[in-house]
């Protein structure tokens, strides 16, 4: 299946350099061509108008890093799924693990936002993935299994849903799991989606944590990995399209 390549941005870049950065990668898919992947960035929310402008009619999708479960309403600071949509997104990150941990989202919640994302018309990127200390304690598996059934709503699908397995302890750190333990959750998630839907074979399952122009075919190669979700080596429209351009296809 067509790979896709996401680029978390997280809380980095000014107008400027989100602007550059767009534009950067728009005139290497005009240059370059088809790199054999699909292209979505995901800057922050306040991004999202600007980056949009320049990604528009061009292959790269836009994407959002959260949103609310609610439509509207009295929420500050918050941004609903509907907003996304209107601002040009297709995509939405949620229960990503700095979320998780920064912002207190359990599993529940995260259903609700991929829910709501659904509800208007957004693909939701579900995130999940082990601790460090769930890894050396042989917990890794029950983690994602426990995380897989609690975090996706009803009626997922192949067009409204992505899973991205990324391991905590590999989230911009510069270490990546052995491409067998990647293979192994990979293949675990796939078959743990059966219980969700008839379209499990068609989920795109991306792999995330310091994913690189160095590391990336090697990953991309394995099975049941669709993708990669990008968070540093997302920020420079070079390493970014090398990644792109390392899908196996
Ligand atoms: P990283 O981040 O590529 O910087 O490790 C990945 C992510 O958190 O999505």
Known sequence: ????IAGNWKMNTLRRDAEALALALVDLCRNE???????????PAIMLQAVGAITQGTPVALGAQDCHTAESGAHTGDISAAMLAD????????????RRANHGENNAMVKNKAAAAHGKGLTSIICVG????Q?????TLAVITDQIAGSLPQQVTAANSVIAYEPVWAIGTGRTPTIQQIAEVHDHIRSLLTKH???????????????????AEEILAIENVNGGLVGGASLK?????????????
């Open 130 to 133: 082990e601790t460090l200390d």
């Open 1 to 4: 299946m067509r790979a896709l």
């Open 197 to 215: 839907t008839a379209d499990s074979a068609a989920i795109r399952l991306l792999y995330g944590g310091s994913v690189n122009p160095g590391n």
């Open 237 to 249: 429209a070079e390493d970014f399209w090398a990644i792109c351009g390392s899908s196996a296809q």
């Open 87 to 98: 601002s040009g997104c297709s995509h939405v990150i949620v229960g990503h693990s700095e």
């Open 33 to 43: 061509g088809d790199p054999g992947a699909d292209l979505l960035v995901c800057p």
């Open 135 to 139: 890894r050396d304690g042989g917990e």
